[in-house]
């Protein structure tokens, strides 16, 4: 049974292994000169000030809202497949379930849309 | 724990694939979960979730619930994975809990409860296995004199297919917690934008202060 897993685990393996090897054969062979210009953070041409260094500052609570959307409506896709695959057996039965469903998130997502959460700024 | 009792929990002879992948995964999945815990840096507690993720994501592939591994990974290290580097990232990767005692017998009291969940979690996973429920009824075609739940095995639950018998299922004995569902994640979506539009709560806090002649209603949100 495990066997048919067999390719997904060489490809994690080649993975890891290429992933290890580049980082090994580029910090042995590349040629190290570094100057205060290579050296210095590139932030879209902007010098980054400590002060507002990512790991002092706190990120917008925007970011928040969109993963947290995110994870309802990745959800709500993972219910999908299953009910698209027995959709067939289940007919206007399945139809109806996933639709109460549905119609159920729709609400959320219309007062989303309306509380603005969506909108960035 | 020895090998023999590994083996039971994985209900695989010792020597076998599975058994080796659960030995293998199953430390992995521990020795994550124990540096999540132990890590200082909060992005490395983090990273060493999304590889305890990825450990169970292997174990469910174990137990032939290939459906249940490819959300756990898109899910769990997918989603949520994102909205725990957002929370860490909102907070500040810097800061760190100040370590002070707020209620007196802090310290006991964690002993206490912690050892209390533990032995809550370890009895519900050591139950199953010990109760007449662990037995298989006659739905699985041979009665073991248990008395135990019906139960169809392996092979009949994933005989249509993995997918396919989740859906048959879910939409069908499992109609109502699957409605339900929807109610959760829509209470989600609104919790997400009442904590997170943070605008309109400040509006409402400089109403109250800069109104005398309005008092503030305790019920207001």
Redesign the interface.
């Known amino acids: 049974?495990?066997?048919e897993?067999l390719p997904l685990a060489v490809l994690a393996a080649i993975a890891v292994a290429f992933v290890g090897l580049s980082l090994a054969v580029s910090s042995r062979l590349g040629p190290s000169r570094p100057n205060p210009a290579k050296r210095a953070a590139y932030e879209s041409g902007i010098i980054p000030d400590p002060a507002t260094d990512?790991?002092?500052?706190?990120?917008p609570?925007?970011?928040?809202?969109v993963?947290?959307?995110?994870?309802?409506f990745?959800?709500?896709a993972?219910?999908l497949?299953?009910?698209a695959?027995?959709l067939r057996?289940?007919g206007w039965?399945?139809f109806g379930?996933?639709a109460?469903?549905?119609i159920?998130?729709l609400?959320?997502?219309y007062?989303?849309l309306r509380?603005?959460?969506l909108e960035w700024d | 724990m020895s090998a023999a009792v590994l083996a039971q929990i994985a209900a695989e002879p010792p020597g076998s694939?599975?058994f080796w992948?659960f030995l293998l995964i199953g430390a992995l999945s521990l020795g994550s979960a124990l540096a999540m815990v132990l890590m200082r840096n909060a992005v490395h507690a983090a990273l060493m979730l999304v590889l305890n993720f990825f450990t169970i994501a292997v174990l469910y592939?174990?137990l032939?619930a290939q459906?249940l591994a490819v959300?756990q990974i898109?899910?769990y290290a997918?989603?949520?994975m994102?909205?725990f580097l957002?929370?860490i990232?909102?907070?500040?990767?810097?800061r760190t809990e100040p370590v002070t005692r707020k209620l007196p017998g802090q310290g006991p009291l964690a002993v206490l409860f912690g050892i209390l969940l533990f032995g809550a979690l370890s009895a519900s996973v050591v139950a199953p296995f010990i109760g007449p429920g662990s037995v298989c009824g006659a739905a699985a075609g041979v009665d073991a004199g248990g008395g135990g739940l019906p139960c169809a095995g392996l092979a009949a639950a994933n005989e249509g297919?993995n997918?396919?018998g989740?859906?048959?299922l879910?939409?069908?004995d499992f109609?109502w917690p699957?409605?339900v569902?929807?109610?959760l994640?829509?209470i989600?979506?609104?919790?997400?934008?009442v904590l997170?539009?943070?605008d309109e709560k400040a509006e409402d806090l400089v109403d109250v202060v800069r109104d005398p002649a309005n008092p503030p209603d305790e019920e207001r949100r």
């Not at chain 1, 609570?61 to 809202?65: E, G, R, S, T």
């Not at chain 2, 990232?89 to 810097?94: K, T």
């Not at chain 2, 989600?188 to 934008?193: E, M, P, V």
């Open positions: 049974m495990l066997a897993y990512v790991r002092g500052s706190r990120f609570v925007k970011f928040y809202i993963a947290m959307l995110f994870i309802i990745d959800v709500e993972v219910f497949y299953p009910w695959v027995t057996d289940l039965y399945g379930v996933m109460v469903f549905i159920l998130l609400e959320s997502y007062y989303v509380k603005g959460g | 694939a599975e992948v592939a174990v032939e459906f959300v898109i899910v997918g989603a949520i994102v909205l957002f929370v990232m909102l907070l500040g990767v810097d297919g997918v396919e989740i859906g048959a879910l939409f069908t109609v699957f409605e569902t929807s109610v994640l829509v989600a979506a609104l919790g997400a934008i997170g539009r943070q």
